[in-house]
T-cell receptor, first 117, second 112 residues
Framework: GAVVSQHPSRVICKSGTSVKIECRSL??????MFWYRQFPKKSLMLMATSNEGSKATYEQGVEKDKFLINHASLTLSTLTVTSAHPEDSSFYIC?????????????FGNGTRLTVT | GQNIDQPTEMTATEGAIVQINCTYQTSGFNGLFWYQQHAGEAPTFLSYNVLDGLEEKGRFSSFLSRSKGYSYLLLKELQMKDSASYLC?????????????FGAGTQVVVTP
């Protein structure tokens, strides 16, 4: 089945530094990947759509200069949290699907737990 | 926008049945997904409904009524490993295919 790998699984960084999270589709090509964020006991919220070879599409309220997305190949998207602050501490999850159809489920990576101190 | 409501927590005994309800309000419904998420892990796909009716997959079944904006996930013959959060997610017709609106999840606790 479709497998999405995410790295790192856990990262702790100091306030003001930047953190890069990688998302890879292991057994399929993904022209589009999705980045979600989840706060404790809250729902997953879509942050942005990563498009291979073009600019990412950000959801309303998400700062594109703070959450930099690069989708340089058909199997890799990266999310960089720049100048991280404690309020950016969250669970970040990427997702993708081998098919762009209505009934195709999204397959999620295992997530990255970011803690900013 | 849309609201997706599901209970916060449910507790059931091993071997029993639990039904998790999800109600939603959306303009332009285009499918409802159920995912299972263990703590600190990725959500895994369970079921998809876009037409009214019941979809059965082994111990798990999902039901949809579009006119009522209502779905449920039925878990039968509960096992300890079923203890997890169950997420209801809706897709809007006007959104991109990969954008899902998630509920906050229902934490199911299975006791011996």
């Amino acid at each position: 089945g479709a497998v999405v790998s995410q790295h790192p699984s856990r990262v702790i960084c100091k306030s003001g530094t930047s953190v890069k999270i990688e998302c890879r589709s292991l057994d399929f090509q993904a022209t589009t990947m999705f980045w979600y964020r989840q706060f404790p006991k809250k729902s997953l919220m879509l942050m942005a759509t990563s498009n291979e070879g073009s600019k990412a599409t950000y959801e309303q309220g998400v700062e594109k200069d703070k959450f930099l997305i690069n989708h340089a190949s058909l199997t890799l998207s990266t999310l960089t949290v720049t100048s991280a602050h404690p309020e950016d501490s969250s669970f970040y999850i990427c997702s993708a699907s081998p098919f762009r159809q209505g009934n195709s489920p999204l397959h999620f990576g295992n997530g990255t737990r970011l803690t900013v101190t | 926008g849309q609201n997706i409501d599901q209970p916060t927590e449910m507790t059931a005994t091993e071997g029993a049945i639990v039904q998790i309800n999800c109600t939603y309000q959306t303009s332009g419904f285009n499918g409802l997904f159920w995912y299972q998420q263990h703590a600190g892990e990725a959500p895994t796909f369970l079921s998809y409904n876009v037409l009214d009716g019941l979809e059965e997959k082994g111990r798990f079944s999902s039901f949809l009524s579009r006119s009522k904006g209502y779905s449920y996930l039925l878990l039968k013959e509960l096992q300890m490993k079923d203890s997890a959060s169950y997420l209801c997610a809706v897709r809007k017709a006007t959104d991109s295919w990969g954008k899902l609106q998630f509920g906050a999840g229902t934490q199911v606790v299975v006791t011996p």
